[in-house]
């Protein structure tokens, strides 16, 4: 008989995770660690080497020839194929593994979208639907660098709702190729991609198909470089496709599939977002302690001033949290894979579901990890002052580079919906969620009495997390039977509900990472202590973030005696965490200064 699966996305809610089944980044090999450091050396040599104002000055259009020369030697190293099989010239790296380089690409700034979209948006739609043929014939040159790849997917009317997106692709009377006719908006690469998948759809279609389409087929123009706020060094151009003839067998998977596809294909690209704002976090964290330990005001280092340690600790804060999410799920998705596999799926559907079952943790790891990084800028200009103004840091970069995140791959309000529909189709048309049950627990939850000083090693912080996502379940249970299908369109309280959700999801990775390294051998105690109390800020946070969502989410939908057993639940289940956050912040920044960023032994 077939054991039930351990490994269901969104199923973190519904039980207590074993701490013998989270993958924590201290686990990373040594290989992992050496795949790490070659992309942050590199980036530093190359990127970084070119004098930080030169960075910042950096033009699409105008440096072409440079981030080219750039793109070539990164491509010598192998980069361009971390996402493509051995078999086709790729690194054939696990999706953790991809993960960890693309924490480190964010050290490249611009470049870092650059090689971004080509191991992740522009080949995983070949890697992953390709056939046998299609794979042989692309991904050599797309894994060596010598091609250039690109997702075509927005239109300039077609954004967030890119199933209706006009590109029309008719097949010819001869039956040997689809004309494609159409306009694509924003490709990230395209001033220099050989190879662009495109999401058209065909003749009369109500959904869309993908192509492979050459640069070589003729009828393609791409448009003059946008001029944009940020990652300017980056490509992204309009690309216009006239009477273009797509050979027919470069239709990418199944005909009227290709918005499933683009979906899956922005699923790993979700995660990798967060990834990477965990790389621009420890960058940014770093040059603000560089900064501010040198800057002398009032006769002293700025970093002595307890506003500045507020500063530095929320930021560590926020990046131990996102970085355990991130690499909990990473190997989750590895798991699920080779599950899959053993279990008889092709490769092609094992790489696609196995990312598909994290659909709910990817669209909660994009939205915090892109907010925490914004906000990461948007404090190191602070704290440099009139400095981080400055073209000359480097910070203004960060800052502007950063922004794009709330908005590709899905905007933020996108996501939140996303991981609550998501939810929602779980917990109601599959059921593998069983919602029903955490609405009944309201009497019992409101009668439970709570021990504030909890009873044993982590309990009041596990109580806490278990307590914001029963609240999750009972909000939502609720609001779900009152508004019913409406709910969809009472947004405002579907991103108070989202908020909840990854409030639980994130505080929980934090702390069965501390959790497990408290049980491994030989853990280093001083480290062990900062990284609690790291995940404790980041609950401390996570509670005033979920205490303001749910009260938000209940003010707006529910009325009289229902509102006020919801209303008396959340400030007994989200009553007052009772550590000092000033004093554990201090503490953690002192750390972090200490150190010179975030280093541990
Ligand atoms: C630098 C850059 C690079 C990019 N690279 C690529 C690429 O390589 N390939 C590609 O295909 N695309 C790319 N994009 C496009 C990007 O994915 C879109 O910009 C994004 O999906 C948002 O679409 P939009 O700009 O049309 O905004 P819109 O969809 O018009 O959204 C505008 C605002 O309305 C909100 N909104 C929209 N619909 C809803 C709704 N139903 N409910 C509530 N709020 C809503 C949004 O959240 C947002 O705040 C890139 C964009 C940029 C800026």
Redesign the pocket.
């Known amino acids: 008989m077939a054991t039930k699966s351990k490994l269901i996305g969104g199923a973190f809610l519904l039980k207590d995770t074993d701490v013998a089944d989270v993958f924590i980044p201290e686990e990373f090999t040594d290989e992992q660690r050496l795949i790490s450091e070659t992309v942050k050396d590199f980036m530093i040599k190359e990127v970084w080497g070119l004098g930080i104002a030169r960075v910042a000055g950096l033009d699409a259009e105008k440096d072409k020839d440079l981030v080219m020369d750039i793109f070539k030697k990164a491509s010598a190293l192998g980069f361009c194929g971390v996402s493509v099989d051995e078999k086709y010239g790729g690194g054939g790296l696990d999706f953790n593994t991809s993960l960890l380089f693309t924490e480190n690409l964010a050290l490249g700034f611009s470049f870092a979208?650059t090689i971004g979209?080509q191991t992740s948006?522009g080949s995983l739609p070949i890697v992953w639907y390709g056939t046998e043929e299609q794979k042989a014939k692309y991904l050599p040159g797309i894994a060596s660098g010598e091609k250039g790849c690109?997702?075509?997917?927005?239109e300039p009317d077609?954004?967030?709702?890119?199933n209706s997106a006009k590109s029309r692709a008719v097949l010819n009377k001869e039956g040997t190729h689809y004309v494609l006719n159409g306009q694509?908006?924003?490709?990230?690469?395209?001033g220099f991609a050989e190879v662009f998948t495109v999401f058209a759809k065909i003749e009369n279609d109500e959904k869309l198909s993908a192509f492979i389409v050459e640069k070589s087929f003729g009828g393609i123009q791409t448009g003059k470089e946008?001029k944009?706020m940020g990652?300017k060094a980056?490509s992204?151009v309009p690309v216009y496709f006239t009477n273009c003839m797509i050979p027919k067998e470069n239709l990418l998977g199944e005909r009227g599939k290709g918005f499933n596809m683009a979906l899956n294909i922005l699923n790993s690209g979700r995660i990798k977002i967060a990834a990477g704002g965990v790389g621009g976090m420890k960058y940014g964290l770093e040059k603000t302690i560089e900064y501010t330990t040198n800057r002398i005001q009032f006769e002293k280092p700025i970093s002595d001033f307890g506003a500045m340690k507020q500063k530095l600790g929320t930021i560590a804060a926020n990046l131990f949290a996102i970085e355990s999410g991130v690499y909990r799920v990473g190997a989750n998705v590895d798991r699920k894979h080779d599950e899959l596999l053993k279990a008889g799926s092709s490769p092609n559907d094992a790489k696609i579901n196995s990312m598909r079952e994290y659909a709910i943790e990817c669209a909660i790891l994009k939205v915090q990890g892109s907010e925490a990084m914004c906000n990461t800028g948007d404090e190191a200009i602070q704290m440099f002052g009139g400095m981080g103004y400055s073209m000359e840091t480097g910070v203004e970069m960060a800052y502007r580079d950063a922004r794009?995140t709330k908005?590709?791959?899905?905007?933020?309000?996108?996501n939140r919906?996303l991981s609550l529909g998501e939810f929602y189709k779980r917990a109601f048309v599959t059921k593998e969620i069983n919602i029903k049950d955490a609405a009944k627990s309201v009497p019992s939850a409101i009668a439970q009495n709570y021990n504030p000083f909890g009873g044993g090693y982590l309990s009041t912080e596990f109580e806490f997390v278990n307590n914001l996502k029963s609240l999750f379940m009972i909000i939502t249970g609720a609001a779900g039977n009152k508004l019913k299908e409406k709910l969809v369109d009472e947004?405002e309280i579907v991103m108070n509900l989202a908020d909840i959700l990854a409030m639980a999801f994130i505080s929980e990775s934090a702390f069965l990472r501390v959790k497990k390294l408290g049980q491994t051998q030989g853990v280093d105690k001083a480290t062990l202590d900062i990284k609690t109390k790291l995940a404790q800020l980041y609950l401390y946070d996570a509670l005033d973030v979920a205490r303001k969502a749910a009260n938000n989410a209940i003010d707006s939908y529910a009325k009289g005696a229902e509102k006020w057993i919801l209303k008396r639940l959340v400030g007994k289940m989200l009553r007052t965490y009772n550590i000092n956050p000033k004093d554990v912040r201090r503490e953690v920044a002192d750390y972090m200064i200490k150190k010179k960023g975030y280093h541990f032994n």
């Open positions: 979208t979209c948006i690109s997702y075509c997917l927005t077609s954004g967030s709702d890119a694509k908006m924003w490709i990230t690469n395209g946008e944009k990652i980056s992204t794009i908005i590709y791959e899905g905007t933020n309000e996108i919906m947004q």
